[in-house]
């Protein structure tokens, strides 16, 4: 990712603007874990008139990502996108930016939780990604670390993976089908509704 010139380059995904009164704008940044962004961004989100609908921060190795989804009038988001234009010329401050817009709602998906804990190895990320993809079954987010148990200096894998599971699914048969596919990859897992 490169730093985004917003005078220079097209933003990606523009829209024209809206009747209706609320535009958003969604911002994605990569820094050094040291500089984070996070406050710097509030600010300007707060200062151009728009609300921070969304945010998401994560330190992933030695970098720290921040994508938040802010909303506003068609000013008060143009008004944001200069100020990050501005932003952008810092050179350790990887910065992209462009026009979203609402979640539609999915009312058929159902969402679930599914968690993970495994002796780490190549790959099972992949498969447990692979067995819900094959059913077209959508990974509304995703975290997933490796670490050195406490206990043992083993080395270990976790993932936890909310699912939106289409409600015309049985979903006992697919708990079924998830947890034989878990027991054949050695993986200790659970599968739940999200309660809120």
């Not at 600010?43 to 330190?59: E, F, I, P, Q, Y």
């Not at 200069?82 to 990887?94: K, S, Y």
């Not at 998906?109 to 959508?138: C, H, K, M, N, W």
Request: aromatic content about 6%.
């Amino acid at each position: 990712m490169r730093s985004r010139d917003h005078a220079r380059e097209p933003l990606l995904n523009t829209t024209a603007p809206r009747s209706g009164s609320e535009h958003f704008l969604l911002i994605q940044t990569l820094t050094p874990t040291a500089q984070s962004p996070l406050l710097a961004l509030a600010r300007r989100v707060a200062d151009s008139g728009c609300a921070l609908g969304d945010a998401r921060v994560n330190t992933l190795g030695a970098d720290v990502s921040v994508t938040l989804l802010a909303q506003g009038a068609w000013d008060a988001v143009a008004k944001l996108e200069t100020a990050l234009t501005r932003m952008a010329r810092d050179p350790d401050l990887h910065l992209i930016s462009y026009r979203s817009g609402p979640r539609q709602p999915q009312q058929h998906l159902l969402p679930y939780l599914i968690e993970v804990i495994a002796a780490d190895r190549q790959g099972v990320l992949t498969e447990v990604l692979d067995f819900f993809a094959e059913r077209q079954i959508s990974i509304e987010q995703l975290s997933s670390q490796r670490y050195q148990a406490m206990q043992t200096g083993a080395e270990m894998f976790s993932a936890q993976i909310t699912l939106g599971i289409p409600a015309e699914l049985h979903i006992a048969a697919l708990r079924d089908e998830f947890l034989e596919l878990c027991d054949g990859l050695n993986l200790d897992a659970v599968m739940e509704p999200v309660k809120y």
